[in-house]
């Protein structure tokens, strides 16, 4: 394997399990902020209207930017009828081909994605509620861990093609 | 070509994706993706980040990874390992009263966790090795744990019954309760399939030995003490719900502070313990959230070629079928596909088919939301595809081989085949329970 792809797949795997490690401690910002709003309002009687929305910011962040790194983990369900009955070198040889599904899927998210957030930026797009929060961060947010998602399955596509070639990368 | 063919080749082009072996989410999003480039060209480029969106909006499924990790903080609570002594003592004596023990355990750790992860992560650790090493049948053994973990999306609460109620637009407190008494009622059969069974073949669960079980009444009476604690959490959490005094997601939250109390209280949790409850609970939410989107932006394709009235006008119009029939068609189909696909994308891709098709023939959608989640928890357990298969393979010891595992659920199987047949029979089975809270 070339020496640049060995460099890129260290860089990505070890940016996407930072940004994914980072991602992991939202689950308590959710927490955290739905027992404020339980309490706020059952306990002093102020309803706060930013809690959900919040809430609902957090999980979108947490699914994204923890997507790269639940792959590394190997986390995403497989159908294995065929699939496990295939040899370790095998299964790496149909990854390298079928990754290209993963890809373009990942590309059409990014396009989407950019998209929507040029649109956010151009308008001030804001939510429409009483908080009326701005949508740019989050939109933001959405695009980075896509792309590092991409990015991501860039680095599993080589590591499939060197196992397949019995080189372990990583 | 007709948009009915359309559906069907999407159909079919994402089954052959997916016995390619990748990512779940990978296949159904290149056939949505591909197919709304096709249908509607360059501006129907965004439509699967569109589906991102309307996963947003859905905010109930906050619950989801607080279930998921409020499971991993119960199974490593040690609240279940008490559970368990209690239920050994009381039942050892019982042939097969070890997998009794297991299908209450189960029903216990359901009242406060809307997954099954939860369930099989604690059957696997705890019930699993117990009976394995009292010499139950491997046959027994696995069947037991996956029935009973899969208790889990019915009694309440679910996470299944909220995605449902999302994309029926129903109640989740009603829906919530319409589950009850079927999952009571289910665990109820499955102990006496396990009773008689054993009774007659006592080699598949054989009693304990009663110097294990020699105690003195009082301490006997002390081991109920195990089940205190899971009763303060099913009431701040779901009885909370009920009430209107938390919302759902708020319950939810609270139910998952009240887990890491439990823990906190007996000293289970670490740091060590921590960071692995919280990076399984991003592995295993993020692979469901991305199942999720995909299958939204596969679901509004469907939406987009009118999927949900050809479905209508076939079995209606071409087949003349009686509502009955198409209710009977609705529910084998979902099994049959519920094998070879993935449940969560499913549920998400067929359910919004469906749901408008139930209403239509003047069926209650609450109680369509039961046999829904049980043909579910069928599903959940049937090979080739069921994540209560997967997990168990994976949290199985190796003398335990596949096809144990197989042949172990079908009596399983058809023990819930026959729950789903009685609450079809009798839809008061589950409606009985809302209608009498809600009425008041």
């Not at chain 2, 279940?80 to 009381?90: G, P, Q, S, T």
Request: some cysteine; hydrophobic content about 55%; charged content about 10%.
């Amino acid at each position: 394997m070339p020496k640049f792809i060995v460099n890129y797949v260290k860089v990505i795997d070890y940016l996407s399990t930072k940004f994914g490690r980072l991602a992991m401690y939202l689950i308590f910002v959710m927490i955290a902020t739905l027992l404020i709003n339980a309490f706020t309002r059952n306990i002093i009687n102020l309803p706060l209207s930013w809690c959900i929305e919040m809430a609902q910011f957090t999980m979108t962040a947490y699914y994204i930017v923890g997507g790269p790194y639940s792959m590394q983990l190997d986390s995403h369900v497989r159908m294995d009828l065929l699939y496990s009955r295939f040899s370790p070198k095998n299964r790496a040889r149909l990854d390298s081909f079928t990754a290209i599904f993963l890809v373009v899927y990942l590309v059409c998210l990014l396009i989407g994605a950019i998209s929507s957030t040029m649109y956010a930026i151009e308008y001030d797009q804001r939510k429409f509620s009483q908080w009326n929060p701005s949508m740019i961060p989050i939109k933001v947010i959405m695009v980075f861990g896509i792309f590092l998602m991409l990015l991501q399955a860039i680095s599993t596509f080589f590591k499939d093609l060197a196992k397949s070639r019995g080189i372990e990368l990583s | 070509m007709s948009y009915e063919t359309i559906a069907i080749f999407m159909f079919v082009s994402m089954l052959l994706m997916l016995l390619t072996g990748q990512r779940v989410f990978a296949a159904i999003g290149i056939v949505s993706s591909v197919a709304a480039l096709l249908l509607w060209g360059d501006g129907a480029v965004e439509m699967p980040f569109n589906a991102a969106f309307k996963l947003f909006n859905w905010y109930p499924l906050l619950t989801l990874p607080l279930f998921i990790y409020m499971g991993y903080v119960l199974a490593e609570s040690g609240i279940a390992d008490d559970l368990y002594a209690m239920f050994h003592v009381w039942f050892g004596g019982l042939r097969g009263g070890l997998a009794v023990g297991t299908i209450l355990l189960m029903v216990v750790i359901s009242a406060m966790n809307g997954l099954s992860v939860a369930g099989m992560a604690i059957g696997a650790t705890i019930a699993l090795p117990e009976m394995l090493k009292r010499g139950y049948d491997k046959i027994m053994i696995t069947g037991v744990i996956q029935s009973g973990s899969s208790l889990g999306i019915l009694v309440p609460p679910s996470v299944v019954l909220v995605l449902y109620g999302m994309i029926a637009r129903q109640p989740v407190g009603q829906l919530w309760l319409a589950g009850a008494i079927p999952g009571l009622m289910m665990a109820t059969l499955l102990i006496i399939y396990i009773v008689v069974r054993c009774h007659f073949q006592p080699h598949l669960g054989p009693t304990v030995a009663q110097s294990e079980r020699d105690m003195p009444m009082s301490e006997k009476l002390k081991l109920l003490r195990a089940g205190i604690t899971p009763f303060l959490i099913f009431f701040f959490m779901t009885g909370l719900f009920i009430m209107g005094i938390t919302s759902l997601v708020e319950s939810s939250a609270v139910g998952a502070t009240a887990a890491t109390i439990a823990a906190l209280v007996r000293k289970r949790l670490n740091r060590k313990v921590m960071e692995e409850t919280i990076r399984k609970t991003l592995a295993i939410s993020c692979m469901f959230m991305w199942v999720i989107l995909a299958a939204l932006g596969f679901g509004a394709v469907f939406d987009g070629i009118g999927a949900a009235r050809a479905i209508e006008s076939l079995f209606i119009t071409n087949w003349n079928l009686t509502p009955w029939e198409v209710l009977i068609m609705m529910q084998l189909s979902y099994l049959v596909m519920g094998m070879f696909l993935d449940d969560t994308a499913m549920l998400v891709i067929v359910a919004p088919l469906y749901v408008p098709l139930v209403k239509l023939l003047g069926f209650d959608p609450i109680w369509y939301g039961v046999l829904y989640t049980i043909t579910c928890q069928i599903a959940y357990m049937t090979p080739p595809f069921g994540y209560n298969l997967f997990l168990m393979r994976a949290m199985a010891p190796p003398e335990i081989t596949l096809m144990d595992i197989y042949r172990s659920i079908i009596p399983f199987v058809m023990v819930m085949t026959f729950a789903l047949v009685l609450v079809m029979v009798f839809p008061q089975i589950a409606l009985w329970l809302p209608e009498y809270v809600y009425s008041k």
